[in-house]
């Protein structure tokens, strides 16, 4: 069973920092990218970034550009987004995904449970 499990979610002030990990199970990176998106009371999902663990290209949404990193640690089957510079639109649920399609539109599967972000003001 392919499993994600995210964690490292939890409130920050504004301008603060979180470092979300997404830990992959009963499968590995080789197959597909893995993202993260967000999403928040009463909006749309939104993708905001994914990583190629094979050969370590990475997306980012404009809305996060400069202020998120995505990386991963093939060896723990692990991936990470650093989230610097929080503001509070930041504040959603966010989820780590295997991405089949990203860019102007995102598609993703079998995410995991999330994990919540709250930036306060």
């Known amino acids: 069973e392919r499993n994600l499990v995210e964690s490292g979610g939890g409130l920050v002030q504004t301008g603060g920092s979180l470092r979300l990990s997404c830990v992959a199970s009963g499968f590995t990176f080789d197959d597909y990218a893995i993202g993260w998106f967000r999403q928040a009371p009463g909006k749309e999902r939104e993708g905001l970034a994914c990583?190629?663990?094979?050969?370590?290209?990475?997306y980012y949404a404009n809305s996060v550009k400069g202020r998120f990193t995505i990386s991963s640690d093939n060896a723990k089957n692990t991936v990470y987004l650093q989230m610097n510079s929080l503001k509070p639109e930041d504040t959603a649920v966010y989820y780590c995904a295997e991405v089949l399609e990203y860019g102007s539109s995102w598609t993703f599967r079998n995410w995991g449970q999330g994990t919540q972000v709250t930036v306060s003001s």
């Open positions: 990583i190629s663990a094979v050969i370590g290209s990475t």
